[in-house]
């Protein structure tokens, strides 16, 4: 009876009782998990990002946060907004919940359906930051859209597939990573239609691409080009399905409070009319927005109904103002000090300068954004010449330094002592 031949590696000609396993391909080819292994090795050395990225996927479905976790981290970087907090922090709980599954064999015939989420708030009250920090603790990646540089197909202008290609940029091209990550669709307001009535003209960057949008919000497999620019017949694409991938659009949508003033002065009864006035003035009417009030802004009902969360932020006060400049990880007076602390400066503001800085920014009405204006106004000449300086280990930021009437306080490293120097 002729011996039946033992199986080696076609690689390294081991054979199976030398090996844990042995995997078989197509044309009595073998190879064993020592070749798998040694494979692996290669590619990390080559493409270092590859194996990263699969870790960071897995790692995503194994150790997704609860609600309160979430909302925990996200304040470590995002002053106030708590309402707003909490709601994203179901949404993106729930959407990542539906992504990775695990009880489909309990409701076989249950679908979840993707929740985008729309936030409306005024410019610099933290709509994109949310955004970003949820894509920064969830370790998915995360692209920013402007929704006002997307056209009617067929216009001058990017497509809407461009919204999904610096996603997948910022996943490494590794489609799969890509297909679970945030997209952050910002100055959504703009696309609104200028009018309720259908007009007879195309309305390029309005209702057109409102229409175009509706598919990718909802899922669909779109083809895009690696490269950006166009498609044309000849060029390979590569497919996104977006079904998984979370938007979170947002907008200031200045005008929206007085469509929803207009509403509950409709349906309100005995309000007196100097009542109704001040009513119209609140910005926190955005609270009661409601999908009909978006569809009489001017979005089609078709695209309001792809964004089922609603949720607003609030103005930022002087308070929420001041701790943003000093208590979140990020907080701006820490990034100046570590930028200090290459020339081995240390950096000190006094409450006086800090509160003198939040002053000047809310009167500029451009929300957090403002903040870090007024800094650089103060602190650029200072930048300047401090690098030039010698024996300075510390510099104290005064308010008459902030409001320009005088140098900052320096106290030098070899006298210890305070010195102002004029």
Do not use: W
Request: aromatic fraction near 6%.
């Amino acid at each position: 009876m002729a011996k039946k031949k033992e199986l080696n590696c076609s690689f390294c000609g081991r054979f199976s009782r030398d090996v844990l396993s042995l995997i078989e391909g197509p044309g009595n080819v073998f190879i064993c998990n020592h070749c798998v292994d040694n494979a692996r090795e290669i590619i990390n050395v080559n493409h270092p990002n590859v194996e990263k990225n699969t870790e960071m996927f897995n790692s995503s479905a194994k150790n997704l946060p609860v609600p309160t976790e979430l909302k925990f981290l996200m304040d470590e970087y995002v002053i106030g907004q708590d309402h707003t907090k909490k709601i994203l922090s179901v949404a993106v709980y729930n959407h990542y919940k539906r992504i990775f599954g695990g009880h489909e064999d309990k409701f076989p015939d249950v679908e979840i359906e993707k929740s985008n989420v729309l936030l409306l708030g005024p410019t610099g009250t933290g709509k994109t930051l949310l955004a970003r920090t949820l894509a920064k603790i969830l370790d998915v990646p995360f692209a920013i859209a402007d929704a006002t540089t997307i056209t009617e197909s067929g216009y001058v202008g990017d497509d809407v597939e461009s919204v999904l290609l610096s996603l997948l940029q910022n996943a490494d091209y590794n489609e799969k990573r890509a297909e679970t990550g945030i997209i952050y669709l910002d100055e959504l307001d703009k696309i609104s239609r200028k009018s309720e009535s259908t007009s007879i003209t195309r309305d390029v960057s309005g209702e057109g691409v409102q229409q175009a949008l509706l598919k990718m919000l909802e899922g669909t497999r779109v083809g895009i080009p690696p490269k950006g620019g166009r498609k044309h017949p000849e060029q390979s694409l590569v497919y996104l399905e977006t079904k998984n991938i979370l938007f979170i659009c947002g907008g200031a949508f200045v005008g929206l409070e007085k469509i929803i003033a207009s509403r509950i002065k409709d349906s309100s009864i005995g309000f007196m009319a100097s009542d109704l006035d001040k009513i119209e003035e609140n910005h926190d009417l955005l609270k009661h927005i409601t999908p009909g009030d978006l569809i009489k802004y001017g979005f089609i009902p078709e695209l309001t109904g792809r964004l089922p969360i609603l949720t607003y932020l609030d103005e930022l006060s002087k308070e929420a103002m001041l701790s943003i400049l000093t208590q979140p990880k990020n907080a701006l007076i820490k990034q100046y000090q570590k930028l200090f602390a290459y020339d081995q400066v240390e950096l000190e503001f006094e409450e006086e300068a800090l509160k003198h800085i939040v002053k000047k920014a809310m009167e500029m009405k451009t929300g957090a954004r403002a903040l870090r204006s007024v800094i650089e106004g103060i602190m650029n000449e200072l930048m300047y010449e401090l690098p030039a300086r010698e024996n300075v280990a510390k510099c104290v930021i005064t308010r008459d330094c902030a409001e320009g009437k005088s140098e900052p306080k320096y106290i030098s490293s070899s006298k210890k002592k305070e010195t102002k120097v004029g």
